[in-house]
């Protein structure tokens, strides 16, 4: 179940008796399968993530059968470090996921249970799923239960004072629907993040085999459903240029993803179905917009480009036919 964005902070609703409002954490949304001594772990599109969290591997003892919703996240005192998180996300090689997971460890903040001891909990209210919840021990360091506030006020403030990355109010009775975005769950983030598929990608001036920029794209729905919003699964779809991004591209770790992901996708022409300005194509390699990054900016401009867009990580939990303006 995903939140639908609020336009402001006065958009959330004010009512402690019916609404609960959590911290939004800056993570990998993921679902936490733990029965009979083992656990899986599956991202947002539904891929085993098991082996890129190893140290996550002792919530297996913590319940003999529980599915946890909540979000992988890595503590940089005491505040998610999406930086340190990005670069775990699609590792697959257990050695290496385990030299990642002693440097920076992760933690599951869990904030719903969706099954417990083999019963169904999700045609149930969000008030009796989280009250099922705080009965279970959180196990140490591997993972924590994410706070309950009753006044949004008081947590918009702590979350601003804190550097974290928003709020989340919740309908207390609401119920749980797998995979659909609803309005029972509203999000507000204080900085302006976006996900978007890569469509190209320049080589730095001083150096080819170097990556210097990323095309951004994302993807426009044509067709619009019954309700105004756009409806992706009857219309059709185009990929609008988003602007370039170079900045935060300059360790090796991404370089390196970045290149392995990108170079079977080559395209001999653009994937772009508008125009992409010619100061943007020069020494362009085109790629089809399967892969997956979350850009941090400060606004668009008024063509609709990404104002100063600062590459974050690469988001292998994200399906790229997913990806719309944020």
């Given at each position: 179940?995903?939140?639908v964005?609020?336009?402001?902070?006065?958009?959330?609703?004010?009512?402690?008796a019916?609404?609960?409002?959590?911290?939004k954490?800056d993570g990998m949304?993921?679902?936490?399968?733990?029965?009979?001594?083992?656990?899986?772990?599956?991202?947002?599109?539904e891929?085993?993530?098991?082996?890129?969290?190893p140290?996550?591997?002792?919530?297996?003892?913590?319940h003999?059968?529980?599915?946890?919703?909540?979000?992988?996240?890595?503590?940089?005192e005491?505040?998610?470090?999406?930086?340190?998180?990005?670069?775990?996300?699609?590792?697959?090689?257990?050695?290496?996921?385990?030299?990642?997971?002693?440097?920076?460890?992760a933690?599951?903040?869990?904030?719903?249970?969706?099954?417990?001891?083999?019963?169904?909990?999700?045609?149930?209210?969000?008030?009796?799923?989280?009250?099922?919840?705080?009965?279970?021990?959180?196990s140490?360091?591997?993972?924590?239960?994410?706070?309950?506030?009753?006044?949004?006020?008081?947590l918009?403030?702590?979350t601003?004072e804190?550097?974290?990355?928003?709020?989340?109010?919740?309908?207390?009775?609401?119920?749980?629907?797998?995979?659909?975005r609803?309005?029972?769950?509203?999000?507000?983030?204080?900085?302006?993040?976006?996900?978007?598929?890569?469509?190209g990608?320049?080589?730095?001036?001083?150096?080819?085999?170097?990556?210097?920029a990323?095309?951004?794209?994302?993807?426009?729905?044509?067709?619009?459903?019954?309700?105004?919003?756009a409806?992706?699964?009857?219309?059709?779809?185009?990929l609008?240029?988003?602007g370039?991004?170079?900045?935060?591209?300059?360790?090796?770790?991404?370089?390196?993803?970045?290149?392995?992901?990108?170079?079977?996708?080559k395209?001999?022409?653009?994937?772009?179905?508008?125009?992409?300005?010619?100061?943007?194509?020069?020494?362009?390699?085109?790629v089809?917009?399967?892969?997956?990054?979350?850009?941090?900016?400060?606004?668009?401009?008024?063509?609709?480009?990404l104002?100063q867009p600062?590459?974050?990580?690469?988001?292998?939990?994200?399906?790229?036919d997913?990806?719309?303006?944020?």
């Open positions: 179940m995903l939140a964005a609020a336009d402001s902070a006065k958009a959330l609703p004010r009512d402690g019916r609404w609960a409002y959590e911290v954490w949304r993921v679902l936490a399968d733990i029965h009979d001594g083992s656990i899986r772990l599956h991202s947002r599109t891929r085993d993530i098991t082996v890129s969290f140290e996550l591997a002792a919530l297996a003892a913590a003999p059968d529980v599915l946890l919703d909540g979000e992988i996240v890595v503590l940089a005491g505040i998610p470090s999406f930086a340190a998180l990005a670069d775990r996300i699609h590792v697959r090689e257990p050695r290496r996921a385990a030299a990642l997971a002693v440097r920076a460890p933690t599951l903040i869990a904030f719903d249970a969706l099954r417990l001891y083999g019963v169904d909990l999700t045609g149930r209210p969000w008030q009796e799923r989280r009250e099922l919840l705080e009965r279970l021990t959180p140490g360091g591997q993972w924590q239960l994410s706070p309950v506030h009753a006044d949004l006020e008081a918009l403030g702590a601003v804190h550097g974290l990355e928003g709020v989340v109010a919740k309908r207390r009775t609401s119920r749980y629907r797998p995979g659909a609803s309005s029972d769950w509203l999000k507000l983030a204080h900085r302006r993040n976006q996900v978007c598929v890569i469509g990608w320049r080589p730095e001036t001083s150096a080819a085999n170097r990556i210097g990323l095309l951004l794209g994302i993807w426009v729905d044509d067709l619009a459903g019954a309700d105004g919003e409806d992706s699964a009857t219309g059709t779809k185009r609008r240029f988003a370039r991004v170079g900045s935060g591209l300059v360790a090796e770790g991404p370089q390196a993803d970045l290149h392995r992901l990108l170079r079977p996708l395209l001999s022409g653009s994937p772009f179905d508008d125009v992409v300005p010619r100061e943007d194509t020069v020494g362009a390699t085109w089809e917009p399967r892969i997956v990054v979350e850009v941090r900016h400060l606004g668009r401009t008024e063509g609709g480009r104002r600062v590459f974050r990580g690469i988001r292998t939990d994200v399906d790229p997913d990806v719309r303006d944020e």
